[in-house]
Every structure is written in structure tokens, then in C-alpha cells.
């Protein structure tokens, strides 16, 4: 059943899935960007790669779930 390949070409998760976990995700990201910010702005300077790192993290996460908004608008 898992390894069965899929002949109407579409995505292993239901419809409606991928929007709300990236959108979680994206939220995450940027809670954890968020508090590490001050850890790192007092830490060493190397510390500050963390919260660029998880706020990266976080636009990327938005923009896939755009882009999955995009494709479910598309005819």
C-alpha cells in the first residue's frame, strides 16, 4: 500500500494538509527566531547565525504555503 506508485498524479497527502502545517511551521520558525535573538545578540558573535538561520527557515515555510495556496487556486 506504501510503496504502490500513484497513477492520478497527485501528492502522497490529501488535499488540504500542506497549507496548514506550513503555516505552522512558518509560525514556528519565527517563534524560534524570535527568542533567540537576545541570547545571541549577547552572546558570542557567532551566536547570531541561530535566529538568521530559523527566520530563513520561516520565509521559506511562508512561501511554500503560498505556493501551495497558489496551486489549489489554479484551475
Given amino acids: 500500500m506504501g510503496n504502490e506508485s500513484r497513477r492520478d498524479g497527485?501528492?502522497?497527502f490529501p488535499d488540504g494538509f500542506?497549507?496548514?502545517i506550513t503555516g505552522?511551521?512558518?509560525?514556528?520558525?519565527a517563534?524560534?527566531?524570535g527568542m533567540s535573538v537576545y541570547p545571541a545578540l549577547s552572546g558570542s558573535p557567532?551566536?547570531?547565525a541561530l535566529p538568521i538561520v530559523f527566520g530563513a527557515?520561516?520565509?521559506i515555510s511562508f512561501r511554500l504555503r503560498q505556493r501551495y495556496i497558489a496551486a489549489q487556486d489554479a484551475p
Fill in 10 to 12: 497527485g501528492s502522497a
Fill in 31 to 33: 517563534l524560534m527566531a
Fill in 18 to 20: 500542506a497549507i496548514p
Fill in 46 to 48: 557567532g551566536d547570531i
Fill in 57 to 59: 527557515a520561516s520565509i
Fill in 24 to 29: 505552522l511551521l512558518a509560525f514556528l520558525f
